[in-house]
């Protein structure tokens, strides 16, 4: 297993609307393996295949963290079945470093795909998981927090990134 770089934003692969994946082929169980890894090296509880370069169709999560590692999961395709209520989250993402914001979300998801074997598997969440199948999903349709967040704070989030890129 090995930890992928990963894409920050502005890159335009972060903006696309990813593919949907035909075969679970074996470059495509590495890249699972590698995006697992990823993750929990990274610190996080989610990450979309396009926050590794690829515009597929694939998320990993685990929502009980990288510390205990307990349920590592993986949708390929995964597609909102049921969406209810409504919640605010303050979210973060591994491809904002230093950013952060207020999003509103469907408090209960049920999210359908198939799973790292080409499974067909249904998930119903609620609380911190449903959080990060609605980020990561998100992800999938190139939409990131700074599409969530206010003009305002996505201008200052802009030139700082900038001013990153300059130095
Ligand atoms: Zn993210």
Known sequence: MAKLPIVT?????????????????????????????????????????????????????????????????????PEFVEQVGVKESEESCLSLPTFSCKVKRYERVTVKGLNEKGEAVEIQAE?????????EIDHLEGKTLVDHASRLKRTMYDSKVKKWRKD
């Open 127 to 135: 609380g911190l998981l449903a959080v990060i199948l609605q980020h």
């Open 9 to 77: 934003y502005p890159e335009p692969v972060l903006a696309q609307k990813a593919q949907p994946l035909a075969e679970i082929t074996p470059e495509i169980e590495t890249l699972i393996k590698d995006m697992i890894e990823t993750m929990y090296e990274s610190d996080g509880v989610g990450l979309a295949a396009p926050q590794v370069g690829k515009s597929i169709r694939l998320i990993t999560l685990d929502e009980t963290g990288p510390k205990e590692r307990k349920n590592p999961t993986v949708l390929v395709n």
